[in-house]
């Protein structure tokens, strides 16, 4: 109990009290269902299919930079936006087939809640999913889930983030970043807050160096120290 109370206290008397995560590949290893989704469209429209591996490379700027790359003729293929669409409603309805938080997260985001941290999500997968994983999976921890929608503009402009912390009654100086991938980390440059790069997600850690990662976490129980040390 007085642990408790003392990590709380804490919690409220130094600097970072916000944590703002990505989703896919961060908190969640969403890689199966996504290549499952983006291979239904693909052999729709007769193209080639795709591995794991090469949607892993693709994934991180949104389903139409993804299919940009996804589709042999990218946005020249005069279908784009109906291939888009198909993909679409094939990972409304299979989106939580393969999907799983990765482990230890849901430990963490409880620990970090029951610290006094407030806490949120932020993704360039568009709105509605983003919005039914977080309470599919890690209510009643997480609440604020901003995805990516013709009123606000995609990771890695800002807007994602500080839309969050207006939700969270947050500030710059009180927030910290956690992300898998390079967009991450200038999301969290443009933001103007920290970045912690787990290295467990979808790019590796010599990638995340070489695109600006400093602060790496390699295993979910890794944060709440690195989160210490920043205060």
């Known amino acids: 109990m007085w642990e408790f109370i003392t ?15 990505d989703l896919d590949g961060t908190l ?3 890689l199966t269902d996504l290549t499952n989704s983006v291979n239904y ?21 949104g389903i139409y930079v993804l299919f940009e790359q996804a589709i042999p003729d990218g946005r020249n293929f005069p279908e784009y936006d109906a291939c888009v669409k198909t993909f679409q409603e094939h990972y409304e309805a299979h989106k939580k087939d393969f999907t799983r938080p990765f482990p230890g997260i849901l430990e963490l985001l409880k620990q970090l809640s029951q610290d006094g941290y407030k806490l949120a999500i932020v993704s360039n997968k568009f709105d509605q999913a983003v919005k039914e994983l977080c309470k599919d999976f890690f209510t009643p921890y997480i609440t604020t889930a901003i995805g990516e929608s013709q009123s606000i503009a995609r990771k890695p402009a800002p807007d994602t983030v500080f839309e969050a912390m207006k939700e969270l009654g947050s500030t710059p100086d009180t927030c910290i970043y956690v992300g898998d991938s390079d967009v991450d980390i200038a999301t969290a440059k443009n933001s103007g807050i920290p970045c912690i790069s787990v290295t467990w997600g979808f790019r590796d850690q010599d990638f995340l160096i070489q695109h600006g990662g400093t602060h790496f976490a390699h295993h979910a129980d890794d944060i709440p120290t690195l989160l210490t040390n920043w205060n």
């Open 41 to 61: 469209a693909m052999e729709q429209y007769h193209f080639p299919t795709h591995s794991e591996d090469a949607v892993r490379r693709m994934v991180g700027n």
């Open 7 to 21: 990590r709380r206290y804490y919690i409220m008397t130094h600097k970072i009290d916000t944590v703002i995560f």
């Open 28 to 30: 969640l290893n969403t």
